[in-house]
């Protein structure tokens, strides 16, 4: 079993950044993937970005690449989302989710646990 705590969110401006934290209870932090997902009301959850378990390969939407970086300390059981050059577009609830085995990354339905999420809001 793995909780999951999300912190960081906020209000920016666009352009502007923010730092999302994922902080995991247990002690097999290491053995998971880790993701980052988003949520706008009356939408599906989508994938933003994902760090392997194995090796640190990292995944990322195409809306996000080049602007936000994943990252994990596994000493720390944290995984992180360095948001960078924020647009209103990037406004949602994001969810930190950890996975032992799937075959996707980007597939929600892959990942066994999740955050309760944290807000992001990026104004005009």
């Known amino acids: 079993q793995v909780q999951l705590v999300e912190s960081g969110g906020g209000l920016v401006q666009a352009g502007g950044s923010l730092r999302l934290s994922c902080a995991a209870s247990?002690?097999?932090?290491?053995?998971?993937?880790m993701g980052w997902f988003r949520q706008t009301p009356g939408k599906e959850r989508e994938f933003v970005a994902a760090i392997a378990r194995i090796g640190g390969g990292t995944y990322y939407a195409d809306a996000v690449k080049g602007r936000f970086t994943i990252s994990r300390d596994n000493a720390k059981n944290t995984v992180y989302l360095q948001m960078n050059n924020l647009k209103p577009e990037d406004t949602a609830v994001y969810y930190c989710?950890?996975?032992?085995?799937?075959?996707?990354?980007?597939?929600?339905?892959?990942?066994?646990?999740w955050g309760q999420g944290t807000q992001v809001t990026v104004s005009s």
């Open positions: 989710a950890a996975r032992l085995y799937g075959s996707s990354y980007y597939s929600a339905a892959t990942y066994d646990y």
């Open positions: 247990g002690r097999t932090f290491s053995s998971y993937g």
